[in-house]
């Protein structure tokens, strides 16, 4: 999905997190909430501001002070993808049985290593 939307895979989680808080963040908390350094989140809000996903605002009584905002507008491309993914998958499964399924959640714990 990352790399359909031109992103890394961590910058996917990172406005994830914006989401998840409201839609802004500090970029410190954010670093905090992905134990992350602030080096990376650096990085990856410039990635993710270049790509019009998030917008850096200064507070306005602390020059020294932004917060990292999403762009709601630009997220909603993100939530289309992901529901176009998820629509396919529906598309698939419907095509099977619910034992068919139950074999392929068993194969696929499996191969995670969470078989019983």
């Known amino acids: ?26 970029p410190s908390a954010l670093a905090a909430a992905m134990h ?7 990085r990856i809000v410039r ?8 917008h850096r605002r200064e507070s306005p009584t602390d020059r020294r002070s932004v917060t990292v905002e999403l762009d709601h507008e630009r997220l909603a491309d993100v939530t289309a993808e992901y529901r176009q993914q998820s629509d396919r998958l529906a598309r698939v499964l419907a095509g099977f049985d619910d034992d068919e399924v139950a074999v392929i959640v ?11």
């Open 106 to 116: 068993r194969f696929l714990d499996a191969v995670l290593d969470r078989a019983p």
């Open 1 to 26: 999905m990352a790399q359909r939307l031109g992103l890394h895979v961590i910058d996917l989680q990172a406005l994830n997190l914006l989401a998840i808080a409201g839609g802004s963040m500090a």
């Open 36 to 42: 992350t350094p602030r080096s990376s989140v650096s």
């Open 47 to 54: 990635r993710l501001g270049e790509a019009g996903y998030v």
